[in-house]
Each structure stands twice: as C-alpha cells, then as structure tokens.
C-alpha cells in the first residue's frame, strides 16, 4: 500500500518541491516576506553608499569652497584642471605604488607565512595571533610608532645610529625614502589578512592530491606549483583585490608619517583630497579628485576579478 504524505501549509518546502509552480496564495506571501528581508540592508547601502556617491559627483561638477552657502555650476571644470595639475599627477603615481608594492609584498609574505604556519604543529595559533595583532591596531597608532622610530629628531633609528659614532639622517625629507617607509608600514599591518586567507585556502586542499604526487615522485616544489597554486587562486583573488583596494586608498599612514610631505611628493590621492578640501578649501575640485579615485578602484577591481576568476580551478 502506498502512502501519500500530506504537505504541511506551515512548510514552504514541501509546498514548493522541484519543478512545481508556486500558487497564487504562495506567490503572494513566499516572495514578499523574502524582499523585506533585504530592505534593512538595501536601506544602510543606500545611505552610507548611494547617497554620499550621488552627493560627491554632484559637487564635483561645483565651485563650492566647502564653507560658503553659495555655490556654482562649473560642469566639467574640475576635471579639465585635474589634467594639468602636476601635485595629482604625482598622487596619482604615489597611489599606484603604495596600492600596488604593498599588494606584491603582501602576497609573498602572507602566501609564505602561510604554508610555513601550515606545516607547524605546535605554537601555530599563537604565531598567527602575532602575526595578524597589527590588522586590529589603528593605522594611526602604528603609523606614529613608525614616526618615532623614523624621525629626524630623537628618532629610534638615528640614536642607535649615534651610538656607533653615526650622524642624524632625516629619513623622511627624503621622497623616495618616505614612499618605501609607507609601502613597508602599510604591507606588514596588514599582511596578516592575507596569511589568513590563504591559511584557510591551504587547509581546503584535499590531502589526497598530495599523497598520489607524493607516490609518484613530485618534489615538495612541484605539489606547490602545481597543486598548492591553482587550487589557491579562490585565495588569490580574494588577497590581492582586498589589499589593493586597501592600498589605493590609503590615507591614515601617509598623513602620520609624511603629511604628504617634502613638499607635496608622497601625498596619495586620498591625502590630496583633504588636503584640497580643509586647507585650500576648493571642495568642488576635491570631490571631483574622490569620483576619480572611485572610477580607478571599481575598474581596476572589475579588471582583477575577471583576469584571476579566469584561473579558478574546480575541486
């Protein structure tokens, strides 16, 4: 004798099996209850993100000084000065380095903290807490640490110099020197995010694979180039577009160490917007610097993504 069982009205699951239509009564309730779930989140997106993009391009295509009441349409003005101004040019080129050197320095130290951490037994946990302490700092704190380490007057790095009969270098003055402190300080803050996430891709690779390479001979650098790398691309993707974006808009560093300074040589473009907004109070032409930041991180994001999603091996 067969048993038909009868549905639950209460279970949306048994009421919407595979290949049924909903009824009238469940597409007027199931998928209603389902679109306000999202309204809180679309809510907060609109208002933290549309609002204030919408806000910002709007200004950008003004005179406003950021004070006054009064304000003009300029259309695009602004962004026809941003082509001759030397000072965003050099921001711009800053911004690549730090975005780019803190990325590849990032990646090589996290991947290989990684596979180190991953290999050790005992004291790993307590390792990574070290490791990833610095992410949980305040760039602020750790940026002036570096500060007192690197300055002219009283600085770590010249007293321990003076001990050995040296003499005070300014290492900040210098632009090339303060560029590579802010690529440094900036990379090992934060690698501590990649050593994460690569750590979880390592602990996701089936132990199987490297025990039939194993059986046939492969060299420990061979497993890792040919099945520890393509199986960490999901890894990849997610480090290096985290850090980048990270990097291309790095502010709070900069402006502790180096103020952008000597002269205007390390400003990226996030310290060059605030600096064109508060001290030469020209807003209209700082927002329209911050629209050209966001249309370089969303398309150097959608470039990344699709070049390393390519890549992506299937388990």
Do not use: C
């Not at 508060?278 to 994001?301: D, H, K, P, R, W």
Request: net charge positive; proline share 4%.
């Amino acid at each position: 004798m067969t048993v038909t069982p009868t549905p639950d009205p209460t279970d949306t699951v048994a009421v919407v099996a595979p290949g049924r239509r909903l009824n009238s009564a469940t597409r007027g309730i199931f998928p209603r209850r389902l679109n306000w779930f999202y309204v809180p989140a679309l809510v907060l997106f609109a208002v933290f993100s549309i609002y204030p993009l919408i806000s910002g391009v709007s200004l950008s295509l003004t005179n406003w000084n950021g004070y006054s009441r009064s304000r003009a349409f300029v259309g695009f003005d602004n962004y026809l000065r941003l082509l001759d101004d030397e000072v965003f040019r050099t921001a711009m080129v800053n911004t690549l380095i730090y975005g780019v050197g803190s990325t590849l320095i990032q990646q090589v130290l996290g991947l290989g903290l990684a596979v180190v951490l991953d290999r050790i037994a005992r004291g790993s946990s307590l390792l990574r807490a070290v490791i990833y302490l610095p992410v949980m700092v305040s760039p602020v704190v750790l940026g002036t640490m570096y500060y007192l380490i690197f300055r002219y007057n009283n600085g770590a790095l010249n007293d321990v110099r003076a001990l050995f009969g040296g003499e005070q270098v300014a290492w900040l003055a210098d632009a090339g020197v303060g560029i590579a402190v802010i690529v440094i300080v900036n990379s090992l803050q934060f690698v501590g995010i990649s050593m994460v996430i690569y750590l979880a891709g390592l602990q996701g690779v089936p132990t199987e694979y490297y025990e039939a390479a194993q059986l046939d001979g492969a060299t420990w650098w061979q497993r890792f180039r040919s099945i520890t790398v393509p199986l960490l691309q999901p890894a990849f993707a997610t480090s290096i577009v985290l850090n980048l974006i990270g990097g291309l808009k790095l502010f709070d560093v900069v402006q502790v160490l180096t103020g952008g300074g000597p002269g205007q040589s390390t400003h990226s473009v996030s310290t060059l917007i605030g600096e064109t907004y508060f001290s030469n109070q020209a807003a209209g032409y700082s927002a329209a610097i911050g629209v050209v930041l966001f249309v370089l991180i969303v398309a150097v994001t959608f470039v990344l993504n699709s070049l390393l999603n390519r890549k992506r091996v299937e388990l």
